[in-house]
Nanobody, 127 residues
């Protein structure tokens, strides 16, 4: 059973940087899959930040692509998300998600395409 555990959340000042890590357990790295980072602020729906496929395709939310960087360390079985130039609107719970046995995803930013989720890690941007 695949398990996802997020870490690295916390408080960051506006303009600062933060890196989140998703540690995967039992991820079948020899098969195709998608991994992604999503976020949800209070009173809003879950939105995508960035996703990447096992074949290396990376997709960013258009409004966030200049400040967020997604990367995967296959050896360490982790997925990271770096946030730069943090803004108050980035305050949210950040979730790691996975979809297994998926070679191509037409809409990789749709959270409904992902069916394995971590518990989330809170990020608060405040001075």
């Amino acid at each position: 059973q695949v398990r996802l555990v997020e870490s690295g959340g916390g408080s960051v000042q506006p303009g600062g940087s933060l890196t989140l890590t998703c540690t995967t357990e039992n991820l079948p790295v020899r098969n195709t899959y998608y991994l992604g980072w999503f976020r949800q602020a209070p009173g809003t729906g879950r939105e995508a930040v960035a996703t990447m496929s096992s074949t290396g395709t990376i997709t960013y939310a258009e409004s966030l692509k200049d400040r967020f960087t997604i990367s995967q360390n296959i050896a360490k079985l982790t997925l990271s998300l770096r946030m730069d130039n943090a803004k108050a609107d980035d305050t949210a719970m950040y979730y790691c998600a996975a979809k297994l046995r998926e070679w191509y995803m037409p809409t990789p930013l749709n959270p409904r395409n992902f069916d394995i989720w971590g518990q989330g890690t809170q990020v608060t941007v405040s001075s």
